[in-house]
């Protein structure tokens, strides 16, 4: 499988992010299309080992055929489980893309874009049971309102919610095309498909349960990184990014310093750098990295 199942963003910022030790043990949380990993096992030796994460059946087909890499059809929420079932108590880098896969957005029977005409699915993981169609046909009007302000940060939310209900009402909403023409009619011309992404992102965050599962990985990744370790996050939407700063800067997803009995921050991990962005050559090149944060924090020792 090529790199055009998903362009790898910011492939070399993200990967010295992790420091590469040759005989080191790191995991890729978001295998996708492999771009990433492929250049991590380039720079590891013989002793070296990578674990690959993702939940969607058709990355695995792309899994390098590499006894230095192990393929991990899973959400990377269960990362410790794994990683304890594969005998390894710390690693030395993690990595994880969090943007949807071009694969997703490109594969029109998926339900993941408003450029394809679909049924209304959006799930990353085949096996799932709760689908966008779901979502947009027995949620309460309150509970999408909620969705689409707060995955979407959409300040219309609230009409856009009541567009749906009315819509559905009418006729089931089954397809991509048939969401899309519910909810066109409450955004402007000139933002209407930057609002329509940012509906069919909500979607999805909330059918793949994205925010929790990135709340249980970043809290495993303390505890799992070993003294030195590298944390290395690429964002795309404000949401996660807060998330991902304040574990960075605090070790938790509130963003609450403790302190030791000196009054000095108590972090189990520390950011190296500062946030990085993709450069403005990267993004003509691939419009999809404009809207990447990358962030990369170290584990302290104990």
């Not at 995991?27 to 993702?54: A, M, N, P, Q, W």
């Amino acid at each position: 499988m090529s790199y055009d199942y998903h362009t790898p963003v910011m492939l070399q910022e993200t990967v010295e992010g992790l420091d590469i030790k040759p005989d080191g043990v790191y995991v890729d949380l978001t295998f996708g299309g492999g771009g990433h990993s492929r250049e991590i096992l380039s720079r590891l030796s013989r002793k070296g080992h990578l674990y690959g994460f993702d939940q969607d059946l058709d990355a695995q087909a792309g899994a390098p055929q590499d006894e230095r890499f192990t393929f991990v059809r899973s959400n990377f929420r269960f990362v410790s489980n794994w990683m304890m079932y594969y005998g390894h108590e710390n690693v030395d880098g993690i990595l994880a893309d969090l943007g949807v896969s071009s694969h997703h957005l490109d594969m029109g029977e998926r339900g993941f874009s408003f450029r394809y005409d679909a049924p209304l699915d959006m799930r990353m993981n085949q096996r799932a049971r709760l689908t966008a169609h779901q979502v947009v046909n027995e949620y309460s009007e309150e509970q999408l309102t909620a969705i689409l302000r707060l995955y979407g940060e959409l300040k219309q939310s609230r009409q856009l919610a009541s567009a749906i209900v009315k819509a559905r009402t009418q006729a089931t909403i089954d397809t991509t095309g048939q969401l899309a023409a519910a909810v066109s009619p409450q955004m402007g011309r000139q933002r209407e498909k930057k609002d329509l992404a940012k509906v069919f992102q909500a979607l999805r965050i909330e059918v793949n349960g994205e925010m929790e599962a990135l709340r249980q990985m970043l809290n495993a990744t303390t505890q799992l990184l070993a003294p030195g370790g590298r944390l290395v996050v690429l964002t795309y939407h404000s949401l996660e990014d807060r998330m991902v700063k304040n574990i960075m800067r605090s070790g938790n997803i509130e963003g609450q310093t403790e302190q030791d009995i000196y009054g000095n921050p108590n972090s189990p991990l520390r950011p190296v750098g500062k946030m990085q962005t993709p450069s403005a050559e990267e993004q003509n090149e691939n419009p999809r990295s404009r809207s990447a944060k990358l962030r990369i924090a170290e584990r302290v020792a104990s």
